[in-house]
């Protein structure tokens, strides 16, 4: 099914260990955005990126890197993980008819 | 502090109730959207709605955007226990790229 995947589910990490959320869409669509999803919070923008090779900041950017070199791909890097880190991760892509969210990451910080 | 305020963040009414639920923002968007969320899973759209005024239904869902464009409802009629879950507001704010803002969800429980 098309979609977005995101990958993995799960992750625990150490306080100071750095990883990669992976994210791939096959709709061809050029806007891709990360969000995390805290308890009361909604979900809050971390980086978006509008095509291959261009990305920005979203507003909660701190801690967190992200680069785009192809339409389908789209991580999210945490160079120094930290336990305000600890959250639910969504990735999503968009067109103009609306966003397709993958079925997120579930990171604890420990 | 949030942009878009959603409210009430939870709720508990009984199988036949109707409800609202109110998206509120001093700032006014290019459109506004409704999210469904399942434990587990992404958020997955329900309705766009684009012009001031605006109204769209499906089934038992009514959703209205404000004739301003700062705010938006959701009305749900005869509950059913299958409408249980966390519905989201987000709203897309152009400033140079589009971006998508979200309220703060409202969990919706509705008992049998």
């Known amino acids: 099914n098309a979609g977005v995947t995101q990958t993995p589910k799960f992750q625990v990490l150490k306080t100071g260990q750095s990883m990669t959320l992976q994210c791939a869409q096959d709709m061809n669509h050029e806007y891709m955005s990360w969000y995390r999803q805290d308890p009361g919070m909604g979900l809050r923008l971390i980086h978006y990126?509008?095509?291959?090779?261009?990305?920005d900041q979203g507003e909660v950017p701190n801690g967190y890197n992200v680069s785009r070199s192809t339409t389908e791909d789209f991580p999210l890097r945490l160079l120094s993980a930290a336990p305000s880190q600890t959250s639910v991760y969504f990735c999503a892509s968009s067109s103009w008819y609306g966003y397709t969210f993958g079925s997120g990451t579930r990171l604890t910080v420990v | 502090t949030q942009l878009l305020e959603q409210s009430p963040q939870f709720l508990s009414i009984q199988e036949g109730e109707n409800l609202t639920v109110y998206c509120n923002s001093s700032s006014v968007f290019s459109s506004l959207q409704w999210y469904r969320q399942e434990p587990g899973e992404g958020p997955v759209l329900l309705v766009t709605v684009v012009t001031g005024g605006e109204v769209k239904k499906l089934k038992r869902l009514t959703f209205q955007f404000g004739d301003a464009r700062k705010d938006s409802s959701l009305h749900i009629t005869a509950a059913q226990p299958g409408d249980t879950g966390l519905y989201l507001c987000a709203g897309i704010i152009i400033q140079g790229a589009q971006k998508l803002v979200f309220g703060q969800g409202t969990r919706l429980t509705i008992n049998p």
């Open positions: 990126s509008v095509g291959a090779g261009i990305t």
